[in-house]
């Protein structure tokens, strides 16, 4: 299996911040890899597709990088409707599997 | 507009048994794999099980093999996942997801499993 490791775990962050969350893969996923964003009590949104493409909709300050073994999704500038947590998720071979989570805190 | 519903969560008592079902709609369902994913309260995300558009490949979460099963009617435009043998464990959200990464997902559905 597949094991995604994602740091920090958690962040505390200013509005107007730039913000970087990473997501190691335990072996060459190429670019099988998607960002989601989810608020307490609602459904995960996806961010992120294919590891740098960007989600139709999602706003341009949201940005995605990274292949094979090591991926990042950086927030430009953080607002206010930014704080959630952050998942990564690998699909390239089934079990699929999700990072542990960014949790990202008003500071 | 895609729309994902999912119900048929609840309480149910250890070793028994829950059928969820996912209503979806503004696409067309038949041409796209399905996925369930679940989150333990105040825990992270976990993939449980894919099923492909014709239902011709599927797989499982090791942690659910065996008692959970995943089926899909293209004709009424559903999803479901048949949970057997229930832990405690299992407690959780429950998501309806369109495709194998994701794009769209419903609102969950709770499952509480305990005596």
């Not at chain 1, 999704?73 to 998942?87: C, G, H, M, R, V």
Request: hydrophobic share 30%; glycine share 10%.
């Amino acid at each position: 299996d597949i094991q995604m490791t994602q740091s920090p775990s958690s962040l505390s962050a200013s509005v107007g911040d730039r913000v970087t969350i990473t997501c190691r893969a335990s072996q060459g996923i190429r670019n099988d890899l998607g960002w989601y964003q989810q608020k307490p009590g609602k459904a995960p949104k996806r961010l992120i597709y294919a590891a740098s493409n960007l989600q139709s909709g999602v706003p341009s300050r949201f940005s995605g990088s990274g292949s094979g073994t090591e991926f990042t999704l950086t927030i430009s500038s953080l607002q206010p409707e930014d704080f959630a947590t952050y998942y990564c998720l690998q699909h390239n071979s089934f079990p699929l599997t999700f990072g542990g989570g960014t949790k990202v805190e008003i500071k | 507009e895609v729309q994902l519903v999912e119900s048929g969560g609840g309480l149910v008592m250890p070793g028994g048994s829950l059928r969820l079902s996912c209503a979806a709609s503004g696409f067309t369902f038949g041409s796209y794999s399905m996925s369930w994913v679940r989150q333990a309260p105040g825990k992270g995300l976990e993939w449980v099980s894919s099923i492909s558009s014709t239902s011709s490949y599927i797989y499982y979460a090791d942690s659910v093999k065996g008692r959970l099963t995943i089926s899909r009617d293209n004709a009424k435009n559903s999803l479901y996942l048949q949970m057997n043998s229930l832990r405690a464990e299992d407690t959780a959200v429950y998501y309806c997801a369109r495709g194998d990464w994701p794009d769209y997902w419903g609102q969950g559905t709770l499952v509480t499993v305990s005596s």
